[in-house]
């Protein structure tokens, strides 16, 4: 069974900064790529950034430049590192691999 377990979520103030964590159990975090989505109420939910197991992080045009995505596979763990924080972060954020979904982070950007 695969979980995935986000955390790091919160209030920040705008020009903040937060590390967001995903532990996932089971094999999927050895063999597939892992992703970070966002989702504010009543819009889709955005993909801000993708890491493959060897290959090149992606990044959404969006976030480019304010986010870093990172793993480590020792810990199962991966990365959302995000700098420079705006009202408009303000949202639930989701670790995704294949369909496996965790149950989000509220992170919540205000003064």
């Known amino acids: 069974q695969v979980q995935l377990v986000e955390s790091g979520g919160g209030l920040v103030q705008p020009g903040g900064s937060l590390r967001l964590s995903c532990t996932a159990s089971g094999s999927i975090f050895s063999f597939h790529s892992m992703a970070w989505y966002r989702q504010v109420p009543g819009k889709e939910r955005e993909r801000l950034a993708t890491?493959?197991?060897?290959?090149?992080?992606v990044y959404s045009d969006s976030v480019k430049g304010r986010v870093s995505i990172s793993r480590d596979s020792a810990k199962n763990t991966i990365y959302l590192q995000l700098n420079n924080l705006k009202l408009e972060d303000t949202a639930v954020y989701y670790c995704?691999?294949?369909?496996?979904w965790g149950q989000g982070t509220q992170v919540t950007v205000s003064s």
């Open positions: 995704n691999s294949l369909h496996y």
């Open positions: 890491v493959p197991p060897g290959g090149s992080t």
